[in-house]
């Protein structure tokens, strides 16, 4: 560089290290945030494939995963009535046996 290396930016002339570790460093921080937004949507793989069933309540996440459908769709669910949830001070669980009920009523009627 004709500058010694020093201050990349003011030359105009980016350096390929320096641009590798800007774009790295945007990862980073933009990436945990664009893994909750996946997730939170249901399109995230499940880490955990073998969900723990034996649980007698879950959260909304977990939730969405057993039934296999989006928090957005859950939460309609529970806006239709379809599927009941218990509370826990704030927080909105649902017990596997009404997971278990919806989607065995999801079977015989042939909803969604």
């Keep these: 560089m004709a500058n010694g290396g020093s201050n990349k930016r003011s030359t105009g002339i980016i350096d390929h ?7 790295r460093e945007q990862i ?3 990436l945990p945030e664009a893994m909750r937004e996946f997730a939170d949507n249901g399109n995230a793989p499940d880490p955990n ?3 723990n069933t ?6 909304v996440l977990e939730a969405a995963r057993i039934i ?3 928090r957005t769709r859950l939460y309609k ?3 239709d009535g379809t599927i009941k949830i218990t509370k ?3 927080r909105t669980l649902f017990t596997m046996q009404e997971l278990r009920a ?3 009523r999801c079977e015989s009627d042939g909803l969604d």
């Design 88 to 90: 826990d001070g704030g």
């Design 54 to 59: 034996d649980k007698l309540r879950v959260g």
């Design 17 to 23: 290290d320096f641009l590798v570790a800007l774009v």
């Design 77 to 79: 669910h529970v806006r």
């Design 102 to 104: 919806f989607v065995a």
């Design 28 to 30: 980073r921080q933009v």
């Design 49 to 51: 494939p073998k969900a």
């Design 68 to 70: 296999g459908v989006s």
